[in-house]
């Protein structure tokens, strides 16, 4: 599709827009008020997003439910500034304005919490994969440092919520298969009523994948309580559990993939294929917390959430086999002050988080997928802490001031048990300085503009001082960065087309990078720094029907523009100055459009276009644009009234055939980037769904 077809189809897109089929419930206008008006969590804002001084967007499953379900990788991606790729069935990596830079696997710089728990960890590592389509109700995504409340991270926040507004007891079963012999089961039970909610979730995902050696199965169980004891206590207990595996087919050359995208990494340079090792992640993972909110008196509160995690990972790869073991507890506590004398609104915010991690690392020679002689033996504690404090001013509805920091501090130790005698490596980042200020000015009832300035740090997290070369580097610095940023959002026709348009530049210093050596082992290096310039539009527009067979008709746009270059950089004897940020497209477009019928036929279809990309600093590989289009068909019993409510639905993806590669290895050694991801492909689905009656 060439540029002229791409702006047309963007600016078109400006009439577009906002939910799919079950989010808008007796007319269309009253749906897109309800999205405006849905409550912002983060930074303890507690606002609709018209009134909020941050970057931010909510996904529902609404607007997800669009796909398979087997991941959220479609529906992150049409975010502006999100890109989230998947290397092979499970193997995620998530990237918020252009954090990619020190993930070539996993989700790192990126701070993740569930219902008010850390996912992150105290290494700085985030098993996103983990989780289920039906964990949540609901995620919020803040983009840019968020240090000032939430502890080490440039690249951004996720919170994802168990519960929202549209909780009714009931149950709902779902069952999805398709191409690769996907299979996916998805069962819901909410269970209570408005003083004592429950969810109780269960789901599994298996797939064949396309390329060899790819299969993936995952069970997850969910359990999330939240009672209310008085008019001012409400405690909320989350606990998940999910046993996964996934095989690791490996990155091919250019070459090899243009022979056979399919095939798994071939033998090569002395070391065997992916298939011989039975290359693949095994892991459980074990979270479970408790929130506990406590109203002292009006406008004055406590939230406090204990909580502790556990993983168990094995991980065979062609070079070695690695088993880890990583328990972790945490707490978190905020205390907020809320204050109203006549036009002046005044919160105040105070607390402070602790992550403790207990990890222990071994690393094998890999005897045919089994675990062989002994290479290293590491015992690591991380431990890092935060104080916070904000406050927050809106002076008449119309002036909006927010002033934040935290002061935080990290703490690493390595003892290498199969070293003798052994000794204590490590490295303490101390008295790191998180400010935030920002601005909003509302400029009648839904338009606003705001402007913020965010300072962000990021020590190295355990994947980094310890990487598959084997070798602690404990010489690596944090990084540190400064973002600035402008806004503004519109609501026009009735609130019907609702715009916003954020640009911003982004100041990292000690950025880290990651490299390959000649055995192709990651290992990371501080890069200088990185200028990250970027514009953000996103645009929706409802047009309901009265009395015709179309119901609505709805699309939805974002696009992102990212100007990401080092500043200065140099390797060995190679500078790389002005060179542009591997990993990061020039831009990417996704457009949503929707059709509902009467009666509960729905037609969805989904485009995301994405410019060329760098592969390497030099700049001399590069993984061609590409353009996605997918589409689904189905049918749900629609209204709100209680009772039996069946579904099917049909879908493909990729639909025109791209051959693309999704989740590229950065900086590879021997040119191998490429992980071809699946052609086109099919799926269809069944779902019932049983709303109890409410209670008189």
Request: glycine share 8%; with cysteine.
């Amino acid at each position: 599709m060439n540029k002229t077809i791409r702006c047309t189809l963007f600016f078109l897109s400006l009439y577009s827009v906002s939910q799919s089929q079950d989010s808008l419930s007796a007319t269309a206008v009253d749906s897109a008020k309800t999205l405006n008006e849905v409550v912002i969590n983060a930074f303890e804002q507690h606002r609709v997003k018209n009134l909020v001084a941050i970057s931010v967007t909510t996904i529902v499953p609404n607007n997800a439910d669009r796909y398979n379900k087997t991941s959220l990788v479609s529906a992150l991606n049409t975010v502006a500034g999100v890109r989230m790729e998947e290397r092979s069935p499970g193997s995620y990596r998530l990237s918020i304005r252009g954090s990619s830079l020190r993930s070539p696997f996993g989700v790192r710089n990126v701070k993740v919490y569930w219902n008010n728990i850390p996912v992150t960890d105290a290494g700085g590592n985030t098993y996103f994969n983990e989780f289920a389509f039906n964990n949540f109700a609901a995620i919020e995504i803040f983009k840019g440092p968020a240090g000032s409340m939430y502890g080490a991270g440039t690249g951004g926040l996720v919170l994802l919520n168990s519960f929202d507004y549209s909780w009714r007891p009931g149950v709902q079963a779902e069952y999805v298969t398709g191409s690769y012999n996907l299979q996916n089961i998805l069962l819901t039970a909410n269970i209570g009523d408005k003083e004592n909610r429950n969810i109780i979730t269960y789901a599994h995902n298996q797939s064949d994948g396309y390329r060899n050696h790819t299969y993936s199965r995952k069970d997850n169980v969910s359990f999330v309580t939240q009672l209310r004891h008085t008019d001012r206590q409400q405690l909320t207990g989350s606990f998940f559990y999910t046993d996964m595996l996934y095989e690791t087919p490996g990155g091919l050359t250019k070459a090899e993939w243009t022979a056979n995208p399919k095939q798994a990494r071939p033998a090569a340079s002395g070391f065997p294929s992916a298939e011989t090792v039975k290359a693949g992640i095994y892991q459980k993972t074990f979270i479970a917390g408790i929130t506990n909110q406590y109203i002292f008196a009006p406008g004055f509160k406590n939230t406090t959430t204990l909580s502790g995690s556990f993983a168990q990972v094995k991980n065979p790869t062609f070079r070695n086999y690695e088993r880890r073991i990583e328990p972790g507890p945490s707490g978190r506590t905020v205390f907020s002050y809320e204050k109203t004398n006549r036009r002046t609104k005044i919160q105040w915010v105070a607390g402070g988080e602790w992550q403790e991690g207990y990890y222990n690392t071994q690393v094998s020679n890999n005897r045919k997928g089994y675990p062989d002689t002994l290479q290293t033996n590491d015992d690591i504690r991380y431990n890092n802490f935060s104080i916070f404090t904000q406050g927050d001013i809106s002076i008449a509805n119309s002036w909006f001031i927010t002033v934040g920091a935290s002061v935080n501090r990290a703490e690493v130790s390595f003892r290498r048990l199969n070293v003798y005698p052994v000794q204590v490596q490590g490295v303490t980042y101390k008295n790191e300085w998180s400010p935030r200020l920002a601005l909003l000015k509302k400029l009648g009832d839904n338009n606003s503009v705001f402007a913020s300035v965010t300072r962000g740090f990021s020590p190295p997290g355990i994947s980094e001082l310890l990487p598959s070369t084997g070798i602690i580097s404990t010489n690596l610095q944090a990084e540190e960065g400064t973002n600035y940023e402008l806004g503004a959002r519109a609501s026009l026709l009735h609130n019907r087309l609702r715009l916003e348009a954020i640009g911003f530049y982004f100041n990292l210093d000690n950025a880290l990078v990651t490299r390959k050596d000649a055995a192709n082992a990651d290992y990371y290096v501080n890069a200088g720094n990185t200028r990250q310039r970027g514009i953000e539009v996103s645009a929706d527009y409802t047009h309901p029907f009265y009395h015709a067979v179309i119901k609505y008709i709805s699309i939805q746009s974002a696009f992102a523009f990212s100007h990401f270059t080092y500043g200065s950089y140099q390797k060995d004897t190679v500078s790389y100055d002005g060179n542009r940020l591997p990993g990061v497209p020039n831009h990417t477009i996704s457009v949503l459009a929707d059709v509902q019928l009467v009666k509960g036929y729905y037609i969805n279809t989904t485009w995301y276009s994405s410019a060329k990309l760098y592969l390497n600093d030099a700049n001399s590989a590069t993984a061609a644009s590409y353009n996605l289009l997918g589409a689904r068909i189905g049918w749900k019993q629609p209204g709100y009234k209680p009772g039996i409510k069946p579904g099917i639905y049909a879908g493909a993806d990729n639909l025109l055939d791209e051959n693309y590669s999704l989740g590229n290895d950065i900086n590879a050694n021997g040119g191998r980037y490429y992980n071809p991801a699946p052609r086109r492909n099919y799926y269809v689905g069944l779902s019932v769904q049983w709303v109890a009656k409410p209670k008189q």
